[in-house]
T-cell receptor, first 117, second 112 residues
Framework: DTAVSQTPKYLVTQMGNDKSIKCEQN?????MYWYKQDSKKFLKIMFS???????INETVPNRFSPKSPDKAHLNLHINSLELGDSAVYFC????????????????FGPGTRLTVT | QKEVEQNSGPLSVPEGAIASLNCTYS??????FFWYRQYSGKSPELIMS????GDKEDGRFTAQLNKASQYVSLLIRDSQPSDSATYLC????????????FGQGTELSVKP
């Protein structure tokens, strides 16, 4: 029944570790996103994939590597975790939006709260 | 200048009143505008989208867009305590694909 799901919901780890977050959507969308929400609740896009192709890649440290095995799944792997990576990471999905084409609404997953100690 | 700006609040209104949430954006050619509601500890939930100038109503919610003034607002009529949340304004620019730029959010508190 869940539209956009993420695992795990909580992730507590130490500095220097490598971790992954998984996302899946069953809405039939072909585009998926990763957003980061910091402690001040500011939500910022990190990456977007359309049909396994990376289409948005914001200024994000290359310790962050997204991977999309198919259009229903998007994972985020983070190497060498730092204190500043602590945040809530949201996955979202939508139908594909071309550069200047029709806007489609994005739907968010429940989030993964990452705490780096 | 921030790309999308909202009053951070908190905005406090009594139950039954109209809550007015405002958002300005800097990119004049922005195309699409969205309001999300986020309860504490939860994910953003889409409540309104608006693409052309004027008003768009959905139940107790009305979104208003004025592209000339680069301004979008959300009115919540007959506010209920369950409307207490942070409201996020999001803007999609021209030639930006699916990239949404979010404001910092306005915290709304509806007092019984």
């Amino acid at each position: 029944d869940t539209a956009v799901s993420q695992t795990p919901k909580y992730l507590v780890t130490q500095m220097g570790n490598d971790k992954s977050i998984k996302c899946e959507q069953n809405l039939g969308h072909d585009t998926m996103y990763w957003y980061k929400q910091d402690s001040k609740k500011f939500l910022k896009i990190m990456f977007s994939y359309n049909n396994k192709e990376l289409i948005i890649n914001e200024t994000v440290p290359n310790r962050f590597s997204p991977k999309s095995p198919d259009k229903a799944h998007l994972n985020l792997h983070i190497n060498s975790l730092e204190l500043g990576d602590s945040a809530v990471y949201f996955c979202a999905s939508s139908l594909f939006q071309g550069l200047a084409g029709t806007s489609y609404e994005q739907y968010f997953g429940p989030g993964t709260r990452l705490t780096v100690t | 200048q921030k790309e999308v700006e909202q009053n951070s609040g908190p905005l406090s209104v009594p139950e039954g009143a109209i809550a007015s949430l405002n958002c300005t954006y800097s990119d004049r050619v922005s195309q699409s505008f969205f309001w999300y509601r986020q309860y504490s500890g939860k994910s953003p939930e889409l409540i309104m989208s608006i693409y052309s100038n004027g008003d768009k109503e959905d139940g107790r919610f009305t979104a208003q867009l004025n592209k000339a003034s680069q301004y979008v607002s959300l009115l919540i009529r007959d506010s209920q305590p369950s409307d207490s949340a942070t409201y996020l304004c999001a803007v999609r620019g021209y030639n930006q694909g699916g990239k949404l730029i979010f404001g910092q959010g306005t915290e709304l508190s509806v007092k019984p």
